[in-house]
């Protein structure tokens, strides 16, 4: 499995990154650390056919350059990872926030916590969206 | 019996014979031929001589303008002019001969009985009011002694003289209105020309403006777009009058007057038609009131208020994002901390795991506190754009909801009467239940917690009532536990942030109620908040 994570904060990238280690996730974890490299991305799949695309993406909405918003509209114009599921990560509670990224076709949101365990919920919850192709 | 025709017929013949006789003898005397009169009464005939009366006094008495009688002392009419007759409206022939009583009003036969009585003076005067065959005519009335036994009378109308009077008064009443009212009044005629105006009108225009055109003496711009459409773009006075003409009025419509150099005026036009007897427009009144104090203290106060929006906003935006953006660190500190302390487990000692959980609830409790003053933030959010209706009965339930695993672990009993309607955030009702409800049981005594929840009408608001049964709070500290980060106990025997009440207190001031607590220690507390009914300018926005 094939992760984008889109956040421009080191230290979640790490908590990410250790919890997929600890929930035992197998996925390859590329970063972007900000909405417009994020975006450059999402094109040069689009423009190259060759490259592997990404199985989840997990986009921080506060980002520098470009929002994370901006950027999962990118995701769902683009032609390849148009489906793909992407899950939003927000330190804000404010059901506004939420609720527009839902509008704006993110599979998840995901309100970063306080407690570990809850942290490391964040693993099993990419896991549980890949559904690898059949094929 | 009947008498006969032929007596009947005798009897008129010899009637008309003596009123032709009396006739003839009016006549005499009107035209100064007789010098002497017998007049018939009930106590015998009396015999008026008309003693060393000239024929040219007769003449005159007849053709002067006043009334004019001779009378006994007893009132009886013995000779009257026609003027006399003329002004109690009945024949002459008829009022010769009557006592004078029956032509006057009550008050004045009293007053003429006065003067009849006082036989002394030579000459008296008195104004009465004599009765004509169609009302009241007020006179004035000269009495002379004549002889021993007869008095002369003259009368004068003073009808034209009373009506004379009453005009004049009114004219230097409305005169009087003119020079003191505060408000400049300005009558224009059917041509649009200033017939009257009151000083405040002359002090406006800055020069005398009678007898100018309204148009050119005021030059008014009505500051509504309709109302320029009405009236045009500078008040025009012929559809001033037209205007007033159809409607008969014009009420309090917004002005501004250029004055030249001077800054322009805030006035407000008010104009009634002015009719004739036939209902026909024959001018029409303007009132303008002078507004540009209240319009300048407006504008100051809505300057002043978007200042203080502007810097509540401010204070607000910077609230939010310091107790977001600390919030952000504190989570990586709780978090890393945890990782730290799990990797620790087992190799640590009791001091350092014991540190570390001092390092994790420090960060929780700050997590809280941030995530409070969050919400207090939020408390202050501008209502009065886009208040709603909330039902307090179901917020209620909602913030129940939100405590129900608190409520469960406490065994609290919740006890809630009916409950109304407001017109408030739904959100907020439910942040006052809940932290009022959780307050209550965060400080309850040995007792199982009980919380009622009441709402009754006190005046235009509605008073809601959280009754515990808890440990109470004392006096002193009634009014101090609504501030901010204000709490009477150490974090270690309650918890909380201390900033409920607050959250509280802001929420209910925000709709212009009030926040108060009733207590005695030890034996529970009454949180009481009011909020205000349904406001009429509120029901508006619905519509």
């Given at each position: 499995m094939r992760v984008l994570l889109v956040e421009d904060n080191p230290a979640d990238v790490f908590l990410v990154r250790e919890a997929m280690m600890h929930e035992g996730v197998e996925a390859e974890l590329a970063t972007a650390e900000d909405g417009e490299k994020a975006i450059r991305l999402v094109h040069n799949l689009d423009a190259d056919p060759s490259l592997a695309g990404f199985d989840c993406f997990l986009i921080d909405l506060n980002l520098p350059r470009r929002s994370g918003a901006e950027v999962l509209r990118e995701i769902r114009a683009?032609?390849?990872?148009?489906s793909i599921p992407v899950i939003m990560i927000t330190s804000s509670e404010a059901s506004d926030d939420r609720e527009q990224a839902l509008r704006s076709g993110a599979t998840h949101v995901f309100v970063k916590p306080f407690r570990l365990s809850e942290f490391r919920s964040l693993a099993r919850l990419v896991q549980n969206l890949y559904h690898p192709a059949a094929s | 019996m009947m008498p006969a025709t032929n007596d009947l017929n005798g009897y008129i013949a010899e009637l008309e014979a003596r009123l032709e006789t009396a006739e003839e003898t009016l006549r005499a005397i009107r035209n100064g031929d007789v010098d002497a009169l017998v007049v018939a009464g009930p106590d015998g005939d009396r015999i008026y001589a008309l003693d060393g009366a000239e024929h040219s006094y007769r003449v005159l008495v007849e053709h002067m303008r006043e009334g004019t009688l001779t009378l006994d002392r007893d009132g009886l009419i013995l000779y009257c002019n026609q003027q006399f007759a003329d002004l109690v409206q009945a024949p002459l022939e008829t009022v010769i001969?009557?006592?004078?009583?029956?032509?006057?009003?009550k008050e004045s036969d009293r007053l003429l009985r006065a003067l009849l009585g006082t036989a002394g003076a030579a000459h008296r005067r008195a104004e009465l009011n004599l009765i004509s065959a169609t009302g009241e005519v007020p006179a004035v009335v000269s009495i002379s002694n004549l002889n021993g036994s007869h008095l002369c009378a003259v009368v004068t109308d003073l009808t034209e003289q009373k009506r004379n009077e009453a005009m004049s008064k009114e004219g230097r009443l409305s005169r009087l209105i003119l020079e003191q009212a505060a408000e400049a009044i300005v009558v224009i005629d059917r041509d649009g020309i200033v017939s009257r105006a009151s000083e405040a009108a002359h002090r406006l225009a800055g020069r005398n403006v009678l007898l100018q055109g309204f148009g050119e003496m005021f030059a008014l711009h009505p500051v509504d777009a309709s109302c320029a459409e009405l009236l045009g773009g500078t008040v025009d006075v012929d559809r001033l009058l037209a205007t007033v003409q159809e409607n008969a009025s014009l009420m309090a419509v917004e002005v501004t007057l250029a004055r030249g150099a001077q800054a322009p005026v805030s006035l407000l036009l008010s104009a009634g038609a002015l009719r004739g007897?036939?209902?026909?427009?024959i001018g029409c009144v303007v009132t303008l009131v002078d507004i540009s104090a209240r319009k300048a203290s407006e504008v100051a106060l809505a300057r002043q208020a978007a200042l203080l929006e502007l810097s509540n906003r401010d204070l607000r935006d910077f609230a939010y994002s310091a107790s977001h953006d600390l919030r952000e660190p504190l989570r990586v500190i709780s978090l890393y901390s945890q990782l730290v302390a799990e990797r620790m487990a087992g190799q640590a000692d009791g001091e350092t795991t014991k540190l570390f959980d001092e390092v994790l609830t420090a960060a929780n409790r700050m997590g809280l506190l941030l995530r409070d003053l969050l919400s207090y933030v939020n408390a202050a959010e501008d209502v009065s754009h886009h208040a709603m209706t909330a039902d307090a009965r179901q917020a209620l339930d909602k913030a129940i909801a939100g405590l129900r695993a608190l409520i469960a672990e406490q065994d609290a009993r919740i006890v809630v009467g009916e409950l109304p309607q407001l017109r408030m955030h739904e959100v907020h009702l439910v942040q006052l239940f809940q932290n009022l409800i959780s307050n209550a049981l965060k400080y309850r005594?040995?007792?199982p917690p009980e919380v009622r929840i009441q709402a009754e009408r006190d005046r235009d608001m509605w008073k809601f009532s959280v009754t515990d049964n808890g440990i109470g709070i004392a006096r002193d500290y009634r009014t101090h536990i609504f501030g901010l980060f204000k709490r009477l106990h150490a974090p270690a025997s309650y918890s909380g942030s201390g900033i409920g009440l607050a959250i509280c207190h802001r929420i209910v001031q925000r709709y212009g109620g009030r926040i108060w607590v009733e207590s005695e220690p030890g034996a529970g507390s009454t949180f009481l908040f009011t909020v205000p009914l349904e406001r009429a300018e509120m029901l508006t926005e619905d519509q």
């Amino acid at each position: 499995m094939r992760v984008l994570l889109v956040e421009d904060n080191p230290a979640d990238v790490f908590l990410v990154r250790e919890a997929m280690m600890h929930e035992g996730v197998e996925a390859e974890l590329a970063t972007a650390e900000d909405g417009e490299k994020a975006i450059r991305l999402v094109h040069n799949l689009d423009a190259d056919p060759s490259l592997a695309g990404f199985d989840c993406f997990l986009i921080d909405l506060n980002l520098p350059r470009r929002s994370g918003a901006e950027v999962l509209r990118e995701i769902r114009a683009s032609v390849r990872s148009a489906s793909i599921p992407v899950i939003m990560i927000t330190s804000s509670e404010a059901s506004d926030d939420r609720e527009q990224a839902l509008r704006s076709g993110a599979t998840h949101v995901f309100v970063k916590p306080f407690r570990l365990s809850e942290f490391r919920s964040l693993a099993r919850l990419v896991q549980n969206l890949y559904h690898p192709a059949a094929s | 019996m009947m008498p006969a025709t032929n007596d009947l017929n005798g009897y008129i013949a010899e009637l008309e014979a003596r009123l032709e006789t009396a006739e003839e003898t009016l006549r005499a005397i009107r035209n100064g031929d007789v010098d002497a009169l017998v007049v018939a009464g009930p106590d015998g005939d009396r015999i008026y001589a008309l003693d060393g009366a000239e024929h040219s006094y007769r003449v005159l008495v007849e053709h002067m303008r006043e009334g004019t009688l001779t009378l006994d002392r007893d009132g009886l009419i013995l000779y009257c002019n026609q003027q006399f007759a003329d002004l109690v409206q009945a024949p002459l022939e008829t009022v010769i001969g009557r006592p004078i009583h029956i032509f006057l009003t009550k008050e004045s036969d009293r007053l003429l009985r006065a003067l009849l009585g006082t036989a002394g003076a030579a000459h008296r005067r008195a104004e009465l009011n004599l009765i004509s065959a169609t009302g009241e005519v007020p006179a004035v009335v000269s009495i002379s002694n004549l002889n021993g036994s007869h008095l002369c009378a003259v009368v004068t109308d003073l009808t034209e003289q009373k009506r004379n009077e009453a005009m004049s008064k009114e004219g230097r009443l409305s005169r009087l209105i003119l020079e003191q009212a505060a408000e400049a009044i300005v009558v224009i005629d059917r041509d649009g020309i200033v017939s009257r105006a009151s000083e405040a009108a002359h002090r406006l225009a800055g020069r005398n403006v009678l007898l100018q055109g309204f148009g050119e003496m005021f030059a008014l711009h009505p500051v509504d777009a309709s109302c320029a459409e009405l009236l045009g773009g500078t008040v025009d006075v012929d559809r001033l009058l037209a205007t007033v003409q159809e409607n008969a009025s014009l009420m309090a419509v917004e002005v501004t007057l250029a004055r030249g150099a001077q800054a322009p005026v805030s006035l407000l036009l008010s104009a009634g038609a002015l009719r004739g007897s036939e209902g026909d427009l024959i001018g029409c009144v303007v009132t303008l009131v002078d507004i540009s104090a209240r319009k300048a203290s407006e504008v100051a106060l809505a300057r002043q208020a978007a200042l203080l929006e502007l810097s509540n906003r401010d204070l607000r935006d910077f609230a939010y994002s310091a107790s977001h953006d600390l919030r952000e660190p504190l989570r990586v500190i709780s978090l890393y901390s945890q990782l730290v302390a799990e990797r620790m487990a087992g190799q640590a000692d009791g001091e350092t795991t014991k540190l570390f959980d001092e390092v994790l609830t420090a960060a929780n409790r700050m997590g809280l506190l941030l995530r409070d003053l969050l919400s207090y933030v939020n408390a202050a959010e501008d209502v009065s754009h886009h208040a709603m209706t909330a039902d307090a009965r179901q917020a209620l339930d909602k913030a129940i909801a939100g405590l129900r695993a608190l409520i469960a672990e406490q065994d609290a009993r919740i006890v809630v009467g009916e409950l109304p309607q407001l017109r408030m955030h739904e959100v907020h009702l439910v942040q006052l239940f809940q932290n009022l409800i959780s307050n209550a049981l965060k400080y309850r005594s040995e007792a199982p917690p009980e919380v009622r929840i009441q709402a009754e009408r006190d005046r235009d608001m509605w008073k809601f009532s959280v009754t515990d049964n808890g440990i109470g709070i004392a006096r002193d500290y009634r009014t101090h536990i609504f501030g901010l980060f204000k709490r009477l106990h150490a974090p270690a025997s309650y918890s909380g942030s201390g900033i409920g009440l607050a959250i509280c207190h802001r929420i209910v001031q925000r709709y212009g109620g009030r926040i108060w607590v009733e207590s005695e220690p030890g034996a529970g507390s009454t949180f009481l908040f009011t909020v205000p009914l349904e406001r009429a300018e509120m029901l508006t926005e619905d519509q």
